[in-house]
């Protein structure tokens, strides 16, 4: 991992969730973080600098199905101290697909999160395939999941397609990561 202080946004979430595909689409870039229809994409983690001042970090997803028990384990503990322990963390989107209901894997996630000193956003993902009522639907769900975990968290909807909660992402990123550059 890159030493030096300069400071971090980390986007986290269970594998082929759209992590790599809305980096991209954050910064605004068609192929910066490598994008894939079957999950297990990124299996490392990738720094990368944005305007010579932060770093976007997209980490591999949580819980993917074809790597072995041990692999699993280890990548778990790996984002865990991560995103716990990283001093140059500021802050982390964890991305949530907003078609479904969070599952085990986005509860540990947000649990993992509630050790960690970094500003936490929750970003709903591939909004595209949606209605609109189904998006207000998805952000109502995940409120009362994270309520029910003693959490509040602001909700982003978000599409690496068509672009929704860019701003928004970017917003969260002056004001929790702006204020940190060297
Ligand atoms: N419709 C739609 N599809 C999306 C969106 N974001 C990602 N996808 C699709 O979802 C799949 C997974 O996208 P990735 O960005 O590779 O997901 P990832 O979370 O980085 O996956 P891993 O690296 O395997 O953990 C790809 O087929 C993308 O095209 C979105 O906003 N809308
Ligand atoms: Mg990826």
Same mark, same amino acid.
């Given at each position: 991992m890159p030493v030096g202080g300069v400071p971090e946004v980390a986007f986290v979430g269970r594998s082929n969730v759209g992590k790599s595909s809305l980096i991209n689409c954050f910064l605004g870039r068609r192929s910066v973080a490598r994008v894939s229809g079957s999950p297990g994409k990124t299996r490392e983690i990738n720094f990368y600098l944005v305007d010579g001042a932060y770093h976007v970090v997209d980490l591999p997803g949580? *819980? =993917?199905?074809?790597?072995?028990?041990?692999?699993?384990?280890?990548?778990?503990?790996? %984002? *865990?101290? =991560?995103?716990?322990?990283?001093?140059?963390?500021?802050?982390?989107?964890?991305? %949530?697909?907003?078609?479904?209901?969070?599952?085990?894997?986005?509860?540990?996630?947000?649990?993992?999160?509630?050790?960690?000193?970094?500003?936490?956003?929750?970003?709903?993902?591939?909004?595209?395939?949606?209605?609109?009522?189904?998006?207000?639907?998805?952000?109502?769900?995940?409120?009362? =999941?994270?309520? *029910?975990l003693g959490m509040e968290l602001p909700i982003v909807l978000t599409s690496s397609e068509d672009g929704r909660g860019r701003s928004d992402m970017w917003d969260w990123v002056e004001v929790h990561v702006r204020p940190h550059i060297l």
């Open positions: 949580f *819980g =993917y199905a074809k790597f072995s028990r041990t692999e699993r384990d280890a990548w778990r503990r790996t %984002i *865990g101290r =991560y995103v716990t322990e990283r001093a140059e963390l500021r802050l982390v989107f964890q991305l %949530i697909d907003s078609r479904h209901a969070p599952t085990a894997l986005d509860r540990d996630m947000l649990l993992l999160m509630k050790e960690s000193p970094a500003a936490h956003v929750v970003a709903l993902t591939k909004a595209d395939k949606l209605s609109g009522n189904g998006r207000q639907h998805a952000v109502h769900r995940t409120r009362k =999941y994270v309520e *029910g």
